[in-house]
């Protein structure tokens, strides 16, 4: 299928290490969303691009998230020293642009657990 | 941001129709509405949007007031598999989907 890809699935990881979520976005589409979901909580926006212009950061929790985008290709979520409080999916999501009437198409998740 | 208000909750039974509320009062012009849902452990799916006339697709019926403060999400005949929680949202401008509590369905057999 040609859907919104996210890797890894599932991810442990120890608190203080850095993790790397990655998300492929359908192919042609321009915007491209992060948002995470803690669990029975509803979804935050964490970040948005549009094609190659500056990112919507304004959800990043703290700096030790950060996100790139190389083009309208893939994009890579990381979280530098990670916490307990971190543990949540992490949820992409892309459009063919950001007009408002476009169908904004989720991912799977990226199920991370910081222990 | 336009915010929108829907039931925290809702119940339904098997193969009846179902009318799942929301109220979005500070709506702008331009802002479409979109109904997203999502099922447990998985990532919200598509389901309808619409910016004034009412929508029909494979999946529900949009029907919209006419002075855009109100629409209502239609699901003909209810299955366990619609069993999730149903977003009502307002996309602004840059198409940022701003999620509130939604609706949890609950079907019963």
């Known amino acids: 299928g040609a859907g919104v890809s996210q890797s890894p699935s599932n991810k442990v990881t120890e608190k203080g290490k850095d993790v790397e979520l990655r998300c492929d976005p359908i192919s042609g589409h321009t915007a491209l969303y992060w948002y995470r979901q803690r669990l029975g909580q509803g979804l935050e926006f964490l970040i948005y691009f549009q094609g190659n212009s500056a990112p919507d950061k304004s959800g990043l929790p703290s700096d030790r998230f950060s996100a790139e985008r190389t083009g309208e290709s893939v994009s890579t979520l990381t979280i530098q020293r990670t916490q307990q409080e971190d543990s949540a999916v992490y949820l992409c999501?892309?459009?063919?642009?950001?007009?408002?009437?476009?169908?904004?198409?989720f991912g799977e998740g990226s199920w991370l657990t910081v222990v | 941001d336009a915010k929108t208000t829907q039931p925290n909750s809702m119940e339904s039974n098997e193969e009846e129709p179902v009318h799942l509320p929301c109220n979005h009062s500070t709506i702008s012009g331009t802002d479409y509405i979109h109904w997203y849902r999502q099922l447990p452990s998985q990532g919200p799916e598509y389901v309808i949007h619409g910016l004034t006339s009412n929508v029909n697709n494979r999946m529900a019926s949009l029907a919209i007031a006419e002075d855009r403060k109100s629409s209502t999400l239609i699901l003909h005949r209810a299955t366990l598999r619609d069993a999730a929680v149903y977003y009502c949202?307002?996309?602004?401008?840059?198409?940022?989907?701003?999620f509130g509590g939604g609706t949890r369905l609950m079907v019963k057999p």
């Open positions: 949202i307002l996309s602004n401008a840059g198409n940022m989907l701003t």
């Open positions: 999501a892309s459009s063919l642009s950001r007009f408002s009437g476009n169908t904004i198409y």
